[in-house]
């Protein structure tokens, strides 16, 4: 994966934003953070890995909760700072319970919530939540 | 639009990530960043605007080119700090000519190219390129 590194420009804290894209419904997902360490670890295992900057460590995504992202198809942008990763989610990407973490939408001067609730997070999670970010 | 403010989270330099998608087909175009004022222009002319980070200026998307894209719906994630942009992109969103800029796969350990130039960047931009970020 040497064309990989040489492609993927990591900001001054080792970061790349990543984008999470269901692949067959197009749906985004969520944006979260990766560190070359993450990449290598969703690229082996085949199980989407991102970085929590609230936590400062790996983010096996649905560790926790079971929602877990199979990879697809992992894509880097023209100029190597943003990565698109394309997945397969169990259940719903949000720690809110819904689907998308895109929720909410600037309708006429309002803040509207688009997407219901699927899953009450205290189902997921119980008392230990994964990192939103 | 106060409940969009008091949900978007600027990052320490004023900036937020934008994930510009096609609003009916679901290709992730391109992803930029949005000041408050961009947001602000964005949401009043109905044409997508960003923060050029290597210009320090408001990147009015398609400027130059004529590589426009038409808002159709904004977003916000549970957390405030990404936006989803819905947009009719006109032509292509990639400095280079593609649709999209992620047109780089990681596969079989390689990083493959698996998307064409549509148009010649050179009749898009003549030799004053827009900011690729």
């Given at each position: 994966m040497d064309a990989l590194w040489q492609a993927v420009r990591f900001d001054k804290d080792g970061l790349v934003p990543a984008i999470a894209q269901q692949?067959?419904?197009?749906?985004?997902?969520m944006m979260a953070w990766m560190t070359r360490e993450a990449i290598e670890e969703t690229l082996k295992t085949g199980q989407v890995c991102y970085w929590s900057r609230s936590r400062q460590a790996l983010w096996r995504k649905?560790?926790?909760?079971?929602?877990v992202q199979r990879l697809v198809d992992l894509r880097v942008d023209c100029d190597g700072d943003t990565l698109l990763v394309l997945v397969d989610q169990t259940?719903?990407?949000?720690?809110?319970?819904?689907?998308?973490?895109?929720?909410?939408a600037a309708r006429n001067g309002e803040l509207e919530t688009?997407?219901?609730?699927?899953?009450?997070p205290a189902t997921l999670y119980g008392e230990d939540p994964e990192p939103a970010e």
């Open positions: 692949h067959d419904t197009g749906e985004v997902l649905g560790e926790t909760s079971g929602q259940g719903v990407a949000c720690h809110t319970g819904r689907r998308s973490c895109f929720y909410l688009i997407a219901d609730v699927q899953t009450d």
